[in-house]
């Protein structure tokens, strides 16, 4: 089946089973809603869907392929298939960098041509001016960092994009722009988006459907809720 997916993905973290024998399935041009209370494993599912962490058991398939291993050990061909933006852009970029080169690393890990073009072409998608390409994050608000992070996910056109609480931190209108420039992608290129998003609204704006994380306790609630309409 197309999609990306996890297949019963186990991970541990020393005792603490984070994620237990969990799965999701994330369509072509679909956005998935994911919202859970905090702690419950989201940003882990996202680790593990990103091809960031390998999972204890279970596995990762892109189109029905199972993928083996995680990070360099796997292809470049694939793992640039997934984007991924966290909430915080100053603990996912390297402060010694240039906005540029920040934009520019996934494409030099698989020495694209023309880079400069490309960065110029990213930055002005996401809404950033040449002169801040310059700068270093700590020259940049967290918003226009942000906007660094999200040309950076989109530099190599990806199939899926896993946005974890990626416009929290920003002021609304920067997270409208930054949701704007997500849909356009998703709609040009018919990429599948996971929404991991505490904001309702959003969500409800946003996700073609819902999932109530951990799977397992989704079930009474929605089965309460239900009960209520009757
Ligand atoms: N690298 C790690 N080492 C040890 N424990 C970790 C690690 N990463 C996460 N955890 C723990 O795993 C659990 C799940 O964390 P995770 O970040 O996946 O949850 P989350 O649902 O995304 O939370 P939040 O909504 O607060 O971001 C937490 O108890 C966390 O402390």
């Not at 409208?176 to 969500?203: K, S």
């Amino acid at each position: 089946m197309n999609g990306l997916a996890a297949h019963e993905v186990t991970v541990a973290y020393g005792r603490q089973t984070v994620l237990d024998r969990a799965s999701i399935h994330i369509g072509p041009g679909e956005t998935v809603g994911l919202r859970g209370p905090s702690g419950c494993g989201k940003s882990t599912l996202v680790r593990v869907l990103a091809l960031l962490h390998r999972p204890d058991d279970g596995h990762v398939s892109i189109d029905g392929n199972p993928v083996t291993g995680a990070r360099y050990r796997v292809a470049a061909a694939v793992r640039t298939r997934i984007g991924v933006l966290f909430q915080s852009p100053r603990s996912a970029a390297d402060p010694r960098l240039s906005l540029a080169d920040i934009i520019a690393e996934p494409l030099r890990a698989t020495k694209a041509e023309r880079i400069q073009d490309r960065v110029v072409e990213l930055a002005y998608t996401a809404g950033l001016t040449t002169d801040l390409l310059r700068r270093q994050p700590h020259a940049v608000s967290d918003g226009q960092l942000q906007r660094a992070c999200l040309a950076r996910a989109l530099a190599h056109r990806p199939d899926y994009l896993l946005c974890d609480e990626a416009t929290t931190m920003l002021d609304a209108s920067t997270q409208a722009h930054v949701a704007a420039v997500i849909t356009d992608h998703q709609h040009r290129h018919g990429t599948g988006v996971l929404l991991i998003t505490h904001d309702p609204a959003l969500m409800h704006r946003w996700a073609h459907r819902v999932i109530d994380w951990p799977p397992d306790q989704a079930a009474p609630a929605t089965a309460v809720e239900h009960a209520d309409h009757h």
